[in-house]
């Protein structure tokens, strides 16, 4: 029954804090039908897509939170505007978060923090990406022209600043997607990493392409169903993802190197791809959900780790029905299976007796993953946390893992450490229980290889 979920699953004075339901817009190649937007538009729609399918009211949703990486600088309060947009009351709070590219995965810890707190009941969260019109900025020395002529007073003062201007003041500053504090790439970070553990090209390859059949198959199949049609304002209806595209082995091998020429590994084939697009989630309290007549798909509560989650949970590799793990690159997917199947790594690097094991490839992203269906960075999370709970009810699976990796090796440990998913079909009343866990960093990893010290690098790489 349901109470035997709640006395079963839930922790003493800790709120059951459930997933409703999830959508997100079509994820589109950037550059492609939504390039005429702003990010709040494919945000709002997200939003108005997730008031349509669950039919929750919106003066009942006490706060909402998006996540968000690159920022357009007029709506530097995404969700604010998209909640705007969507026609929530000026009266709903509505504040955006960034974490790179676990960004949703925050808005969603962030809804479980305030529902758990006693502050909210309901809270959408959610995040959006949107890639083709980055801000491009003028160089320094001519912003700081710029701002002086703003504050010249004279004519005089005028022309002097004007010319001062040189040719080299009119050079942009390009966007990138780089560590600040280290200046790499995460497609250099991936290359490292592969090369450490001796991830081969073939096995990339091989990876990326097993990515894109799968996703195809879905799609196909119509498994798909966290997807919400899109109108662009006149232009067509987009209803189907735009970047899955099976293609052979003997294709993927004629590109080169994307990021460490000449001989790197990672290359446009075997990375996720630059893309627009939006998440969005329905989180609510337990007791809320059902009192409203909703039949819960998730109890929420991030935690840290494969490992941790396991050990945390008392269960073993064996026991998970369902993985999914975001695909930034198919080098750092394949290096953490390697990672997760070694004795040596647990044993140096994790502090553990013996390896993890390696998740069963049948059971492992089998709907495609983001090399495939795309990364709109700060959209990705909850795509992630959806599709883990239609998996599970689609396959009638018990638990599920969820992991996600974040530029500069951001670890999330907060104190909601238990997690819990509860199936939305008939079984929920028969009390069936499954678990979703939201893992923050390199689904194994506590720190991104570009943390880790080179002779940390070279040791592994001598046992890989």
Not at 88 to 100: C, E, G, L, Q
Not at 138 to 167: C, E, V, Y
Not at 174 to 190: D, I, N, Q, R, Y
Not at 312 to 336: C, P, R, W, Y
Request: glycine letters at 8%; hydrophobic letters at 40%; one cysteine or more.
């Amino acid at each position: 029954t349901i109470y035997f979920l709640s006395k079963t699953l839930a922790k003493p004075n800790v709120k059951n804090i459930v997933l409703v339901d999830g959508v997100r817009t079509p994820f589109l190649l950037s550059g492609t039908s939504y390039s005429d937007l702003m990010p709040h538009d494919l945000g709002r729609g997200a939003l108005q897509g997730l008031l349509n399918r669950t039919g929750v009211p919106k003066e009942i949703v006490d706060h909402i939170i998006y996540g968000i990486v690159i920022q357009e600088v007029k709506t530097s309060n995404v969700a604010r505007e998209a909640a705007l947009g969507a026609g929530f009351s000026d009266k709903t709070p509505a504040h955006t978060v960034t974490m790179a590219c676990i960004s949703s995965n925050q808005a969603m810890t962030s809804a479980v923090g305030l529902i758990a707190a006693g502050q909210c009941d309901v809270v959408v969260a959610g995040g959006v990406e949107f890639m083709s019109d980055v801000p491009i900025r003028h160089s320094r020395k001519m912003r700081k022209t710029m701002l002086s002529l703003n504050k010249a007073k004279t004519l005089g003062q005028r022309l002097s600043l004007l010319g001062s201007i040189r040719m080299g003041h009119l050079m942009p500053e390009l966007p990138a997607v780089a560590e600040f504090s280290t200046a790499e790439s995460m497609g250099h970070s991936a290359d490292r990493l592969a090369a450490a553990f001796g991830v081969t090209r073939v096995e990339q390859d091989e990876y990326a392409l097993r990515s894109h059949r799968l996703a195809k198959k879905a799609q196909d199949e119509g498994l798909l169903s966290d997807i919400i049609s899109f109108q662009v304002p006149g232009k067509n209806i987009i209803s189907a993802d735009n970047g899955i595209r099976p293609t052979s082995m003997e294709q993927m091998g004629k590109l080169k190197p994307a990021f460490v020429k000449p001989h790197g590994t990672v290359t446009a084939a075997n990375s996720s791809f630059l893309t627009d697009g939006a998440s969005a989630v329905l989180i609510m309290s337990e007791e809320k959900a059902l009192a409203l007549g909703y039949k819960p798909k998730a109890y929420l509560s991030p935690t840290y780790a494969t490992p941790k989650v396991l050990e945390k949970s008392g269960l073993t590799m064996e026991d998970i029905d369902v993985f999914e793990f975001h695909e930034a690159f198919a080098g750092q997917i394949v290096a953490n299976l390697k990672a997760m199947d070694s004795d040596w790594f647990a044993q140096n690097c994790m502090g553990r007796k013996s390896k993890v094991g390696v998740p069963p490839m049948e059971k492992f992203n089998t709907w495609g993953g983001s090399l495939s269906l795309g990364h709109p960075f700060a959209a990705t999370g909850c795509r992630l946390v959806t599709t883990v709970a239609h998996r599970l009810q689609k396959e009638g699976g018990q638990y599920g893992v969820v992991a996600a990796c974040a530029a500069g090796g951001q670890v999330f440990l907060p104190k909601y450490t238990y997690a819990q998913l509860a199936r939305a079909d008939t079984e929920y009343s028969r009390g069936a229980t499954v678990q979703v866990f939201l893992v923050h960093s390199f689904g194994l990893f506590s720190v991104h290889v570009l943390c880790m010290k080179m002779t940390m690098c070279k040791s592994v790489q001598k046992h890989f």
